[in-house]
């Protein structure tokens, strides 16, 4: 069983930032590429981000770019989320994910239904 676990979540005041954590196995950043993605109460999963296995992809989606950057910290075995200038409208469930390692160059690249594996999910409250 593959198992991803994100945390960092938390609350922030709008404007302020957030760092989230995926911890994965060295075997998961080697071979699958890794989506963020995040639930708000009553919509639906919307795809934020797509990082390939070697960080040479990375993808954002339009809601996110610019404010947000994703980067891997091997040391930790983890892929974090930077998150700025946070605005109430990102208040949600926040997931990363994995899937097969050419995704981020794929346009399904944000459809869930792509990924095999998910972690259990940080909530994010954006809100002053």
């Known amino acids: 069983q593959l198992q991803l676990v994100e945390s960092g979540g938390g609350l922030v005041q709008p404007g302020g930032s957030l760092r989230l954590s995926c911890a994965a196995s060295?075997?998961?950043?080697?071979?699958?590429?890794i989506g963020w993605f995040r639930q708000a109460p009553g919509k639906e999963r919307e795809g934020i981000s797509c990082?390939?296995?070697?960080?040479?992809?990375?993808n954002y989606a339009d809601s996110v770019k610019g404010r947000f950057t994703v980067s891997r910290d091997n040391a930790k075995n983890t892929v974090v989320l930077q998150m700025n200038n946070l605005k109430p409208e990102d208040t949600a469930i926040y997931y990363c994910a994995a899937g097969l390692r050419n995704l981020c160059a794929l346009p399904g690249r944000y459809n869930a239904g792509r990924y095999n594996y998910w972690g259990q999910g940080t909530q994010v409250t954006v809100s002053s």
């Open positions: 990082f390939s296995s070697n960080g040479g992809e990375i």
């Open positions: 060295r075997f998961i950043l080697d071979y699958y590429a």
